[in-house]
């Protein structure tokens, strides 16, 4: 059994979940959804980031402490995820204690490595990315580029991580791991960062209390990223529980593509210093934008999830994530793609080919499915869905994936379309056609579970099948002839009304 440990980012609890956060937590999840069917042990992390100037900032504004803040924002990430479906093995706060422990045990090792020391730090500062910038980083009049607002300026003395050290061995490690970074283009991008030269990055702040103390000099808190990144270990044990620890690690990142530098150049770097592995691969996304810009708090320009689940369902919501934009580039957001892809996939494709081969089935078969047979037409497009499929969630394409899916839906219903099993008697054509289309689904509801859990376990009980569907295991689950016959077929509500 192969062993899968993926993470999400850990968001920034200044205010509840929006569209953007749920985007790389979908993803996330269906993609451990389906590394489950293929019998992988998965564990899988989301959380929150806690710590640091922004959250300490936005707190004051509420007028409440930081941790009073925290404690009512973080629960609000966890239940819009339970309300996703999201199948968290775990959930990280970063003002835990497992996570200070780990922290502070990283922080040490790398002190004691030599690649912790102390130096004045003058330089521009953006609050909201709590990075420095050096000028030819920064729009003009010092504003930010990602959040278009003036930086300030800041002088202190800070610890510095000796990131500059760590070149030709982050260049070497790369060079060992071809593909560690998904799409390509993104890792590229990373190389040419390490390649452009790597300035070491402070570790330290002493102009601010919300943050864990450095363990050698309690007057500094460590700097929000490096507290961040550690919670990946020190959720899997790092510093507490190092048997847990060893099980997971090292384990994959998914990410935005506005934390590349973070995570494909710091984080490895501190994790080589402290003597543990580098992660073992990341897939990088883009942005998904409202109006062409990105969708921060920051910029005011917030989707509430929540709210497109009401309108939509959980399931709609999630297949639209997930399949209108390719994994890596950037998408639009819009209201009438939401509906549209809805309309066009959910109720007129998958909806409408169940509805229909229950309502046959009913019909000219008593209301019991008929076996499917060997000879299928449909048993080699159902063979080529499934390899595409399989192929697309490997290369972290879920859009890919789903559209290889939906080829098998699209087939099936052509052939119903094609031999009309409504208009002809009850007998053995009818019956082939229907078991061949059965089987379909069967194989479909697998396919799609990663994606619309809800919809593909309602597909497996309409056509009779005992059990859960993310029981079922690939490739096996995938292979022509699965369904038995002899079930019983119930056409129930519609899956997906149209909107
Ligand atoms: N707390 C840091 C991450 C620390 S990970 C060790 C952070 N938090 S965040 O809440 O601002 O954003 C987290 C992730 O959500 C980022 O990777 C970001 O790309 C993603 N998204 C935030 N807004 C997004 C969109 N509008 N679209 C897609 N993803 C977006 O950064």
Same mark, same amino acid.
């Given at each position: 059994?192969?062993?899968? /440990?993926?993470?999400?980012?850990?968001?920034?609890?200044?205010?509840?979940?929006?569209?953007?956060?749920?985007?790389?937590?979908?993803?996330?999840?269906?993609?451990?959804?389906?590394?489950?069917?293929?019998?992988?042990?998965?564990?899988?992390?989301?959380?929150?980031?806690?710590?640091?100037?922004?959250?300490?900032?936005?707190?004051?504004?509420?007028?409440?402490?930081?941790?009073?803040?925290?404690?009512?924002?973080?629960?609000?990430?966890?239940?819009?995820?339970?309300?996703?479906?999201?199948?968290?093995?775990?959930?990280?706060?970063?003002?835990?204690?497992?996570?200070?422990?780990?922290?502070?045990?990283?922080?040490?090792?790398?002190?004691?490595?030599?690649?912790?020391?102390?130096?004045?730090?003058?330089?521009?500062?953006?609050?909201?990315?709590?990075?420095?910038?050096?000028?030819?980083?920064?729009?003009?009049?010092?504003?930010?580029?990602?959040?278009?607002? *003036?930086?300030?300026?800041?002088?202190?003395?800070?610890?510095?991580?000796?990131?500059?050290?760590?070149?030709?061995?982050?260049?070497?490690?790369? %060079?060992?791991? *071809?593909?560690?970074?998904?799409?390509?283009?993104?890792?590229?991008?990373?190389?040419?960062?390490?390649?452009?030269?790597?300035?070491?990055?402070?570790?330290?702040?002493?102009?601010?209390?919300?943050?864990?103390?450095?363990?050698?000099?309690?007057?500094?808190?460590? /700097?929000?990223?490096?507290?961040?990144?550690?919670?990946?270990?020190?959720?899997?044990?790092?510093?507490?529980?190092?048997?847990?620890?060893?099980?997971?690690?090292?384990?994959?990142?998914?990410?935005?593509?506005?934390?590349?530098?973070?995570?494909?150049?710091?984080?490895?770097?501190?994790?080589?210093?402290?003597?543990?592995?580098?992660?073992?691969?990341?897939?990088?996304?883009?942005?998904? +934008?409202?109006?062409?810009?990105?969708?921060?708090?920051?910029?005011?320009?917030?989707?509430? *999830?929540?709210?497109?689940?009401?309108?939509?369902?959980?399931?709609?919501?999630?297949?639209?994530?997930?399949?209108?934009?390719?994994?890596?580039?950037?998408?639009?957001?819009?209201?009438?793609?939401?509906?549209?892809?809805?309309?066009?996939?959910?109720?007129?494709?998958?909806?409408?080919?169940?509805?229909?081969?229950?309502?046959?089935?009913?019909?000219?078969?008593?209301?019991?499915?008929?076996?499917?047979?060997?000879?299928?037409?449909?048993?080699?497009? %159902?063979?080529?869905?499934?390899?595409?499929?399989?192929?697309?969630?490997?290369?972290?394409? *879920?859009?890919?994936?789903?559209?290889?899916?939906?080829?098998?839906?699209?087939?099936?219903?052509?052939?119903?379309?094609?031999?009309?099993?409504?208009?002809?008697?009850?007998?053995?054509?009818?019956?082939?056609?229907?078991?061949?289309?059965?089987?379909? +689904?069967?194989?479909?509801?697998?396919?799609?579970?990663?994606?619309?859990?809800?919809?593909?376990?309602?597909?497996?009980?309409?056509?009779?099948?005992?059990?859960?569907?993310?029981?079922?295991?690939?490739?096996?689950? %995938?292979?022509?002839?699965?369904?038995?016959?002899?079930?019983?077929?119930?056409?129930?509500?519609?899956?997906?009304?149209?909107?």
């Amino acid at each position: 059994m192969s062993r899968y /440990y993926l993470t999400t980012p850990i968001y920034y609890v200044t205010a509840k979940p929006h569209l953007g956060h749920a985007y790389s937590t979908i993803i996330g999840d269906a993609l451990v959804r389906w590394h489950r069917l293929l019998g992988d042990d998965v564990h899988f992390l989301t959380g929150t980031d806690e710590h640091g100037q922004k959250v300490h900032d936005y707190a004051e504004a509420a007028g409440k402490s930081p941790q009073e803040f925290v404690d009512e924002i973080a629960p609000l990430y966890a239940q819009a995820w339970e309300r996703l479906n999201i199948s968290n093995d775990d959930f990280i706060r970063t003002t835990e204690q497992r996570h200070k422990v780990g922290v502070a045990e990283l922080l040490q090792r790398c002190y004691d490595a030599g690649d912790i020391e102390l130096d004045v730090y003058k330089g521009k500062y953006c609050v909201a990315c709590e990075e420095y910038y050096t000028d030819d980083e920064l729009d003009p009049g010092d504003l930010c580029r990602i959040h278009k607002r *003036p930086v300030e300026y800041y002088e202190e003395e800070n610890y510095f991580f000796r990131l500059s050290r760590f070149q030709q061995r982050l260049l070497d490690w790369y %060079a060992a791991h *071809p593909g560690a970074i998904k799409p390509e283009f993104r890792g590229n991008e990373a190389i040419g960062l390490i390649k452009g030269g790597l300035r070491d990055f402070s570790v330290s702040r002493t102009s601010l209390q919300w943050g864990i103390p450095l363990p050698w000099d309690a007057k500094h808190v460590a /700097y929000v990223w490096f507290d961040a990144l550690a919670n990946y270990i020190t959720a899997i044990g790092y510093g507490s529980d190092d048997a847990t620890f060893q099980t997971w690690w090292p384990g994959r990142h998914l990410i935005g593509k506005d934390i590349i530098r973070h995570h494909c150049v710091y984080w490895p770097a501190m994790l080589m210093s402290a003597g543990i592995e580098p992660p073992e691969g990341y897939a990088v996304g883009g942005w998904l +934008l409202v109006g062409g810009e990105k969708m921060s708090k920051t910029s005011g320009n917030v989707v509430n *999830p929540l709210d497109l689940v009401d309108e939509i369902g959980v399931d709609g919501f999630r297949y639209y994530v997930l399949a209108e934009t390719p994994y890596g580039q950037d998408g639009d957001f819009t209201y009438e793609g939401l509906i549209g892809r809805y309309n066009s996939d959910l109720a007129n494709n998958l909806g409408n080919l169940l509805a229909r081969v229950a309502t046959v089935v009913g019909k000219k078969c008593d209301g019991v499915g008929p076996a499917p047979s060997p000879d299928s037409p449909l048993a080699a497009i %159902a063979a080529t869905a499934y390899d595409t499929t399989a192929q697309a969630w490997d290369d972290v394409q *879920p859009s890919r994936a789903l559209d290889a899916t939906w080829s098998l839906i699209r087939a099936t219903n052509a052939h119903l379309e094609t031999n009309e099993p409504w208009k002809a008697e009850p007998g053995p054509a009818v019956d082939a056609v229907m078991g061949d289309a059965l089987e379909a +689904l069967r194989i479909v509801a697998v396919l799609a579970s990663p994606a619309v859990p809800d919809a593909a376990q309602a597909v497996w009980e309409r056509i009779g099948l005992p059990g859960l569907v993310t029981d079922q295991r690939l490739p096996q689950a %995938a292979a022509w002839g699965g369904y038995p016959g002899g079930l019983p077929v119930v056409k129930g509500e519609s899956l997906f009304p149209r909107r």
